[in-house]
């Protein structure tokens, strides 16, 4: 009998993708999801296949730059058999037609993820030969229930895997603003991106193997992942700026999603992308994640300490005008982070859950790190040993903060001290919708319960080694020597009330709101300052001063309006939009010093969009982009951009030139899209007043008929 010859090779690509859920990176690649079989048709040119005389065998090789081996799972050599082994790489065949069979190949669950080389080896008639199968990716696969990443919910696989449209959300706790992004994990060239952040992270890798066996603990990968984002390294995909200076970059909020930056890095040989904020870093991590498979979403968190001396006590630092003044802590207004669903064998965890990654660097006393995995249940709990910087964490979500005021020389005088100001309404885009989902809950417990200050104890042993032994006495004993001794016996309540949700053009109008809980008259002289503020706490400009003189009589409430002109605060305000209003007394005969703010964020003005009909696969379609200019002067250097994945291949940008004011802009925009789907038309106006104004709508792109 003669040996058999091979004639040509059907990868069936765009049946495995589909049945993989990877189809929406294209059906020219071969992209599969370990845990899961995928079959290849192999026909023969000049006869049938013989068992009797016929063998074929195959060997997987992965692994960048290194030589793969079978020791540290990098290669794997195994036969063509009649059935599946799923605890192993296996394969098996069936007859499909005459001189054809269908072959069916499975890679097991601990397959590392990336790019792997199928050779095919086939013996017949004592002749051997090879054949290349060529490259085949694996991804981690969240539909195996024997996958770490497996998520059992069909509605959350589809949001934190498939979804490449998301929501930030911005501003401040009490005015909470929201914008789109684009993940775009299933964009050309993506994927192969992801995996270059991989390569060239595994040095990261903390047992600091650069070999690939690694890539197949989800644990490992996001560790690497984490500290490529923004690292002190020169490959990290992006940087932050120094002092709030953009001049040598891109400011953070103009991006509107991931695959630009991706690119960016990727095309300037792996150099940083400048710049990035807690936002943007966060978003490119749940991008890389939901490409390689680990289920992912974006949280945000409002107040959030950052550089702080000591890991649960915020100093802010004031001057008797009430202007925030910089000091070695801050405390962001937001902070976004990652978290992405895994189960932990480290931590014996059966079942997967939520881990949080914040990929944006804090500083120490020993250098920045960039926190996670960390357990999102073990900081619920103040079970801070059991993994990686569960410290760090717990202290952004559970830090009180003290006010100084500082009187020159060095010297300072304590003005409160707020037990929870941080960790406040975390919040993460909804499954199936553009709604917010408040997840507080995943990480406290309600506040003032028993098990909420049974996790402060146990977190506050681990963090401070010297009450490792001691009872919740000593640490509630230390807790109250931060207070103030005169703030209790002060006698006066006050808060700042916002009487409108002020957007730009229109003036801030607040009602102080003040208290007297005694019998006895008050008689008080408040300075009230007015400054803009970052959202990671850097003070920027005061602009607004007064000074005003508060009588009240026993147990008298008083309502004071506040009136801050667009015309004083619109100059100064910054890409963020947040301002912090301030009133301080000056020092009574008892020389205690009242104090209370309020961070009010600025609307920006919406643009809007309208399609202008069904959107179809391949199709012009058209959408009306309109933008009002809300102030009494005119907008220079106004220019439209849009973007969208699966909608425009690159970004479209409308120079407007000078839009009048009170003038509204309208103009009709071309797009064909490339990708079924639902996808995100996004809008960016920006002008030499505004920074960025944005908007979005979302469209159903279906075949055309």
């Excluded at 899961?36 to 960048?64: C, H, L, M, P």
């Excluded at 995943?442 to 009872?471: C, M, N, Q, V, W």
């Excluded at 102080?512 to 003070?539: D, H, I, S």
């Excluded at 951009?641 to 030139?657: N, Y």
Aim: with cysteine; proline share 5%.
């Amino acid at each position: 009998m003669e040996a058999i010859t091979l004639g040509d090779i059907d990868l069936n690509c765009p049946y495995n993708c589909k049945n993989h859920n990877t189809h929406f990176f294209g059906t020219d690649k071969q992209i599969v999801r370990r845990g899961q079989a995928f079959n290849f048709y192999v026909n023969f040119q000049n006869r049938e296949w013989d068992n009797s005389t016929d063998t074929i065998s195959f060997t997987v090789e992965t692994g960048k730059g290194l030589r793969p081996c079978e020791s540290n799972g990098t290669k794997c050599s195994f036969s063509l058999g009649t059935c599946i082994d799923q605890s192993c790489w296996s394969a098996c065949y069936k007859p499909h037609q005459k001189k054809c069979m269908n072959i069916t190949l499975f890679p097991p669950t601990n397959a590392c993820i990336g790019r792997h080389i199928l050779n095919m080896h086939v013996t017949s008639c004592h002749h051997t030969y090879d054949r290349c199968l060529g490259d085949f990716y694996i991804l981690f696969n969240p539909w195996c229930a024997d996958d770490p990443v497996y998520m059992y919910n069909q509605a959350q696989r589809e949001e934190y895997v498939l979804n490449e449209q998301g929501m930030l959300y911005q501003g401040v706790h009490k005015h909470i603003t929201s914008r789109p992004w684009n993940f775009g994990q299933f964009e050309d060239s993506i994927l192969d991106i992801c995996l270059k952040v991989l390569d060239m992270g595994a040095n990261y890798h903390h047992e600091s193997d650069c070999e690939s066996s690694w890539r197949n603990d989800p644990v490992q990968v996001s560790v690497v992942v984490n500290h490529m984002i923004s690292s002190d390294g020169s490959n990290s995909i992006m940087k932050l700026p120094q002092n709030n200076d953009y001049l040598q970059g891109t400011k953070p909020q103009s991006w509107n999603g991931s695959v630009p930056i991706l690119q960016q890095w990727y095309k300037g040989r792996c150099r940083p992308v400048r710049y990035g904020d807690s936002a943007s870093l966060a978003s490119v991590m749940c991008t890389v994640m939901r490409c390689l498979g680990i289920p992912s979403r974006v949280v945000t968190n409002f107040y959030s300490p950052h550089h702080a001396e000591n890991p649960l006590v915020v100093n802010e630092l004031f001057d008797c005008t009430g202007k925030t003044l910089r000091g070695k802590d801050s405390l962001w207004s937001y902070h976004c982070w990652n978290e992405s669903w895994m189960s932990r064998k480290d931590l014996n965890q059966h079942c997967g859950d939520w881990q949080c990654l914040d990929p944006t660097p804090l500083e120490t006393g020993t250098g920045s790190i960039c926190c996670g995995p960390t357990w999102v249940r073990s900081i619920k709990d103040g079970d801070l040993d059991l993994d990686y910087d569960g410290h760090h964490i717990f202290s952004r979500l559970n830090a009180g903060c003290v006010g100084w005021l500082s009187q020159g020389s060095g010297s300072k005088t304590k003005l409160y001290y707020d037990t929870w100001p941080c960790g406040q309404y975390i919040s993460t885009k909804s499954v199936g919708n553009d709604l917010r989902e408040d997840i507080t809950r995943t990480y406290k417990y309600e506040l003032g319960s028993l098990k909420d200050k049974e996790a402060f104890y146990r977190a506050y042993r681990k963090i401070h080694s010297g009450y490792s032994d001691a009872p919740n006495s000593d640490i509630d004993r230390e807790l109250t020597s931060l207070r103030s001794p005169f703030l209790s016996d002060a006698g006066i309540a006050m808060r700042l009330k916002m009487a409108n949700c002020p957007e730009y053009g229109q003036d801030i109008c607040l009602q102080w709101v003040l208290e007297n809980l005694r019998k006895e008259p008050k008689n008080l002289n408040f300075n009230l300052c007015a400054q803009v503020m970052t959202c990671n706490g850097y003070p920027l400009d005061q602009f607004w001063k007064d000074n005003m003189n508060v009588i009240l009589g026993p147990r008298e409430v008083k309502t004071i309006p506040l009136h801050i002109p667009y015309d004083q605060y619109g100059p100064h305000l910054s890409d963020y939009s947040i301002i912090r209003v301030v009133a301080i007394s000056e020092p009574g005969c008892a020389g205690e010093v009242l104090m209370g703010n309020r961070d009010i964020a600025i609307n920006k003005p919406p643009v809007d969009i309208k399609l202008l009909g069904q959107p179809r696969l391949h199709a012009p379609c058209s959408a009306e982009i309109s933008f009002c200019n809300p102030l009494q002067e005119d907008l220079r250097n106004c220019v439209l951009s849009l973007e969208g994945v699966g909608l425009f291949k690159e970004p479209a940008t409308i120079d407007l030139g000078k839009l009048a004011a009170n003038h509204q802009a309208r103009t009709i925009v071309e797009f064909t899209p490339y990708r079924e789907g639902c996808h995100t038309l996004l809008a960016n106006f920006r002008c030499h007043k505004f920074g960025y104004c944005k908007g979005y709508v979302n469209a159903n792109v279906e075949t055309s008929v």
